[in-house]
């Protein structure tokens, strides 16, 4: 309260808050809520202080990376601070070649991203969808040192560290008829790199388990088409397709994927069936790769939490979501089930800072402005308000997720989610809103870079 600092003063009617001594601690995202007998309005305003001590000392680590329209932004979080921006005209080291490269006809010189992975915090991967390629940005010295020819329409990126290789999905074309899967071995060597076309086709998508703290070594991974009621399984190491599994006895045309290593669990959603009420997720063998039926009678997207001891299914049109604890012997218990009016795009999870082995989940919508927040182990849910319009999903074509939420690595406390023309950072530790960086647009691919 104002009353209580002789730094803050409240005038004009509670419409203008002032702020003496400014200090470095005073940035942050300041809310002014007006209220009147026809009702209530909000809004943000960002404050930024910059001290110069903080700055002598140039990081390039534990930042974001967010590739939007106007090139690369690098931002610090904790002081919510621009590092660097590399502009869509900036050449590719030892090279000619522009970043994004200035398209006949267009006034606006601009970038279009699709997918990015970071590669051992060394190097950053991107995609380049409107110039089927990929390029290379080298964190240590924050430059693009190299570019990749793919195959066409370059929309999806997996790092499998396992194998210290980057799977890559083409589409071919916007309809999607020439998927190809291809395969940049060798990573995080950085130099010289090559791109080899695996004979892996037919598919739109595919599934590669994320590495963890506890699961270090991923041997497997799955392709599907989404119009076909089957998965293959395939030899990441050789790329050689080992099985097929099929699904038509229960009429399930794979979407999505989740893999928990407590009781060994492939969790497949389901497409829904407009003939069908409800369209469960079936639960996969991962030894015996047999089905082992529905997961009851739960629909949506999977999402399991980084120690595989919750699963996390978010059904986007309902917007309801069911919350299901996942024990050492493999049983599967329902928890919670939460309805909610979001119609979730993206879903992460955020380590609890004050209960040992929890979580919180963050989530987004496709259509509103406000951010979910769950505690996992009360069922407790919250919201922030008011982060502005996600980018419309015509405007994100290459996957559901027209508005991601993405963390900043295992112990990390910030997230970030883009706005159509602007950036939100949050504080998990604290649950509020950290910052808006604005002039951001369509920002809807990030990397987190930890310590370097």
Not at 28 to 37: D, L, P, R, S, V
Not at 87 to 103: D, Q
Not at 139 to 153: E, F, S
Not at 407 to 424: C, H, M, N, R, V
């Amino acid at each position: 309260m104002p009353k209580l600092s002789k730094q803050l003063m409240l005038l004009a009617n509670g419409s203008e808050l002032h702020i003496s001594s400014v200090r470095y601690e005073d940035t942050g995202a300041y809310t002014c809520i007006a209220k009147n007998e026809v009702g209530v309005d909000e809004d943000i305003s960002s404050l930024f202080i910059e001290d110069s001590a903080r700055k002598t000392r140039l990081s390039v680590g534990n930042m974001f990376y967010v590739f939007s329209d106007d090139g690369i932004t690098i931002i610090q979080p904790s002081d919510c601070e621009i590092q660097r921006h590399i502009k869509p005209n900036e050449k590719v080291f030892s090279s000619y070649a522009e970043i994004c490269p200035r398209v006949e006809g267009e006034a606006i010189q601009s970038c279009l991203w699709a997918s990015a992975v970071n590669v051992r915090d060394k190097y950053i991967y991107v995609t380049q969808p409107k110039w089927n390629r990929i390029m290379i940005l080298d964190i240590q010295t924050q430059k693009v040192i190299q570019i990749l020819d793919t195959d066409p329409l370059p929309v999806k990126l997996h790092y499998d560290k396992s194998h210290d290789q980057i799977w890559v999905l083409s589409w071919g074309d916007m309809k999607k008829s020439h998927p190809v899967l291809q395969v940049i071995p060798e990573a995080s060597t950085g130099d010289n790199q090559h791109i080899i076309r695996t004979h892996l086709n037919g598919m739109d998508d595919y599934f590669i388990p994320h590495t963890n703290l506890i699961i270090n070594h991923i041997r497997f991974g799955f392709i599907f088409n989404k119009s076909k009621s089957v998965v293959h399984k395939i030899d990441l190491e050789t790329v050689a397709h080992i099985k097929t599994i099929s699904f038509k006895n229960y009429s399930c045309l794979p979407l999505a994927m989740a893999y928990t290593h407590l009781g060994g669990y492939f969790f497949v959603q389901c497409k829904t069936n407009m003939s069908v009420p409800i369209t469960p997720q079936l639960i996969i063998d991962s030894v015996t790769d047999s089905v082992i039926g529905p997961n009851s009678d739960i629909s949506g997207t999977p999402y399991i939490s980084p120690d595989g001891r919750y699963l996390v299914s978010a059904d986007e049109q309902s917007g309801r979501i069911r919350v299901q604890a996942i024990t050492i012997q493999g049983e599967i218990k329902l928890i919670y089930d939460l309805q909610t009016t979001m119609h979730i795009s993206d879903l992460t999870f955020q380590s609890s800072f004050t209960e040992g082995n929890q979580y919180y989940i963050y989530a987004t919508s496709h259509l509103q402005t406000d951010v979910l927040f769950v505690e996992l182990s009360t069922g407790k849910m919250d919201v922030l308000k008011n982060l502005k319009d996600p980018i419309k999903s015509k405007d994100w074509p290459w996957s559901n997720y027209n508005r991601i939420i993405q963390d900043s690595g295992l112990f990390g406390q910030y997230l970030i989610t883009p706005a159509k023309e602007s950036l939100f950072i949050i504080n998990g530790r604290q649950n509020t809103l950290r910052c808006e960086v604005s002039g951001i647009k369509r920002g809807n691919t990030v990397v987190w870079v930890g310590d370097v």
